[in-house]
């Protein structure tokens, strides 16, 4: 399901314009992107965890055919997310 698809259901399923159902999703996206920004940790229950971390701590090197030398790449920032399984995937696995 992508962003488009997403908002149709909230549209849908709440009776809203495409606007509004677009604007909906596009501010709780961005509440989201803004508060790992800052650090915080983003837990939404049965969907997942969203953090900031650090890439793998240590400078890597790429290597440029066209131009044949190694191009360094330093550490950076990325969003992680981590899934949760919903309470009806974890009621089935444990069957």
């Known amino acids: 399901m992508n962003y488009r698809e997403l908002a149709e259901v909230i549209r849908k399923e709440h009776g809203l314009s495409w606007a509004e159902s677009s604007r909906i999703l596009e501010a709780v996206i961005e509440t989201i992107r803004d508060q ?3 650090g915080h940790l983003v ?35 990325l969003i992680e997310h981590k899934r949760e399984l919903i309470a009806e995937n974890i009621k089935e696995a444990r069957k």
Request: net charge positive.
């Open 36 to 38: 790992v920004k800052k």
């Open 43 to 77: 837990r939404l229950r049965n969907f997942g965890t969203f953090q900031a971390r650090e890439s793998h701590g240590k400078l890597r090197a790429k290597f440029n055919a066209s131009k044949n030398f190694f191009i360094d790449i330093p550490q950076y920032r």
